[in-house]
Each structure stands twice: as C-alpha cells, then as structure tokens.
C-alpha cells in the first residue's frame, strides 16, 4: 500500500491501522486523538489522572510503570543487554532484538 517498512509485524499491524484505515481513538475528556488504543490510556493516565510513578532511588519520575522498571535497571541495577554478533551493548532488551533483528537478521515487513 505504501513505501513503509517495519522491523517487527505488530509495528507494520498498527501502522496500516493508524496510517490506512484511519483507526483513531479519542479523548473523551479533551481533544487529543490517538491513532492507538495503548497511547489514548497512556494519554488519559498522565494528563487526566495523574499517574506517576517515582524512583525510590533518585529523583526520576515515569508516567509508565514500564519505564519506571527501565529506568531502574539501566540507571541503578546496571542491566546490560550485549549482543552475540557485533560490539553493541544495550540498556534496554528491546534494543538489543532490534539491533538483531535490522543489523543482523535483516528482518523487515513491507506494508
């Protein structure tokens, strides 16, 4: 349908929603507009509800549960991710599978 290319089929899934079936989600409470349903419950989280998550460690503060357990393990647990096949040490796991899987698997998904 387009020139896009993803590395991952959930990206290539929400792509095609968002860019050619017009899937949109909105804010009932303001008129932001998602083009996803996890950005709209993230959106009403941090700007309606004020969700936050605090490091008990410093003085970061996440609007994700999920970031907030990244944070830690790169910036106080010094977790590390190296990859089998080139120099590249990540802080986060999802980094290491990309840089497998476009560096060195060549994974793409064409829309």
Not at 6 to 12: E, G, P, V
Not at 30 to 58: F, M, T
Not at 103 to 110: A, C, I, L, T, W
Request: charged share 35%; with cysteine.
């Amino acid at each position: 349908q387009c020139d896009f290319i993803a590395a991952h089929a959930k990206t290539l899934k929400r792509h095609k929603e968002s860019k050619h079936e017009g899937v949109r989600y909105p804010c009932d409470q303001c008129d932001y507009i998602a083009a996803q349903a996890r950005n709209l419950k993230r959106h009403k989280e941090s700007k309606h509800e004020g969700v936050r998550y605090p490091c008990d460690q410093c003085d970061y503060i996440a609007a994700q549960a999920r970031n907030l357990k990244r944070h830690k393990e790169s910036k106080h647990e010094g977790v590390r991710y190296p990859c089998d096949q080139c120099d590249y040490i990540a802080a986060q796991a999802g980094n290491l599978k990309i840089c497998k899987e476009d560096k060195h698997e060549g994974v793409r998904y064409p829309c």
